[in-house]
């Protein structure tokens, strides 16, 4: 009986992989386009597939929080906070950095926003 039931409980208790769940997110978007759903499905799958090889992990974490289902937008933060990150620590006005680091400390794109405007 033991056997018979742990099969059945990871039957019941797994989740849906990550192919469904990209395809439901497609059919939810354009329920009436197959053209589109399958754009869509081919983007957030590649996007999702970039992120599981993305190496900062910091930034990763702020673009899942930003966007927890949306796997397109989720990319397009972490890029855009990388290119932020990058830009932030080459920054050479230190009273700036510190000020716009101080009111953002997790936000790359918004430290670079107010780094610029005050440098």
């Known amino acids: 009986m033991k056997n018979i039931l742990s ?5 019941f208790s797994s989740k849906p992989s990550i192919e469904s769940e990209i395809r439901e997110i497609a059919y939810n978007e354009y329920p009436t386009n197959v053209d589109t759903q399958n754009y869509i499905y081919n983007q957030h799958l590649s996007a999702y597939k970039f992120l599981k090889t993305a190496n900062d992990n910091k930034v990763k974490e702020f673009a899942v929080k930003s966007y927890p289902s949306n796997y397109m937008l ?6 855009e906070q990388l290119s932020s990150k990058r830009y932030m620590d080459a920054a050479t006005n ?3 950095k510190s000020i716009s680091q101080g009111k953002y400390p997790n936000d790359y794109t918004a430290q670079k926003y107010i780094y610029d405007s005050l440098n």
Do not use: M, R, T
């Open 7 to 11: 099969p059945l409980a990871k039957l």
């Open 74 to 79: 989720q990319q397009h933060i972490y890029n």
């Open 94 to 96: 230190e009273a700036a």
